[in-house]
């Protein structure tokens, strides 16, 4: 069967450091017609949910933990029995949100998460947060990205536990070396390819600083 990519577009409230703003997120369901994962399950579980539909939804996959790309992760874990997965240098961020539910597995760098078809491989991140991973298929020309990289630039880095140069080094040397033609899912907003962001880079270090 062949693997598809599905985007669920959720609203709620990101908080951190004192404020609170509101956010439209991208939801991504990967997989075919019996099993999938979900990266980043944002607001709404019972959204997620229905979107899944009759599927197996074998891992919830979370690009880092800041509270609107999280906050429905428990729910929908307790929904449909999936496993929810976070880089362990995002575990303080998750504690603000979650504080007595524990993610089930941690990410780690060059694993590989299989899920009907797809071998997503973790590639990790920092900078947008400690713990931010993105998750690259080469066979589906695909890197989701998160916050870590959007069409236009770097995720923000002026909040806690975030570093302009960290998330800098990271699209240098682990997303801009992908082929210029892979797509880039993001976690927020629309999607672009690494050929049209790579001759940005020396645009946005200037800009950061």
């Not at 990101?14 to 944002?42: H, K």
């Not at 760098?109 to 071998?119: H, K, L, P």
């Not at 993105?134 to 975030?162: E, H, I, K, W």
Request: proline share 6%; net charge negative; hydrophobic share 40%.
């Amino acid at each position: 069967m062949t693997v598809r990519i599905e985007r669920l577009v959720t609203s709620g409230q990101f908080t951190l450091d004192g404020g609170t703003w509101d956010v439209e997120n991208n939801v991504w369901i990967v997989g075919d017609e019996r099993e999938v994962i979900v990266i980043d399950a944002a607001h709404d579980a019972e959204a997620i949910a229905r979107a899944v539909d009759d599927r197996h939804l074998i891992a919830i996959v979370c690009t880092h933990a800041h509270n609107d790309h999280i906050n429905a992760a428990p729910a929908l874990a307790d929904l449909t029995g999936a496993t929810i997965w976070l880089h362990p240098d995002d575990l303080p961020l998750w504690k603000t949100t979650h504080p007595h539910r524990d993610p089930d597995r941690h990410l780690l760098d060059g694993q590989v998460i299989e899920a009907a078809g797809a071998d997503l491989t973790v590639i990790h991140t920092p900078g947008h947060a400690p713990g931010a991973v993105c998750l690259y298929d080469p066979a589906l020309g695909t890197v989701f990205t998160g916050d870590t990289l959007f069409q236009g630039g770097p995720g923000a880095t002026g909040r806690t536990y975030s570093h302009f140069p960290t998330i800098i080094d990271s699209i240098r040397d682990k997303l801009l070396t992908l082929p210029p033609e892979t797509k880039v899912l993001t976690g927020h907003g629309d999607s672009t390819t690494i050929g049209a962001e790579a001759p940005h880079l020396d645009e946005w270090i200037r800009r950061g600083h």
